[in-house]
């Protein structure tokens, strides 16, 4: 079965390094920060939360991409 992508936008604050999804995650595909893609983050399918490694600075624009 083929599965749409889904996109959850947040904004960071420079403290808050963790962020919960609130979509229908199956698998996360893509983190970026503004703009960037990254991977200093872990993902925890039971509580649907990203948490980076590094608090994103304040006002960053942080994309979650999943399906």
């Not at 872990?42 to 942080?62: C, G, H, L, M, R």
């Amino acid at each position: 079965q083929l599965l749409a992508e889904g996109q959850q936008q947040q904004g960071g604050d420079g403290v808050e390094d963790d962020f919960i999804l609130t979509g229908d995650v199956h698998e996360i595909l893509k983190v970026t920060v503004d703009g960037e893609a990254t991977t200093a983050y872990t993902y925890d399918s039971t509580s649907q939360t990203v948490t980076f490694t590094e608090a994103p600075a304040n006002k960053a624009v942080i994309v979650v991409t999943y399906k």
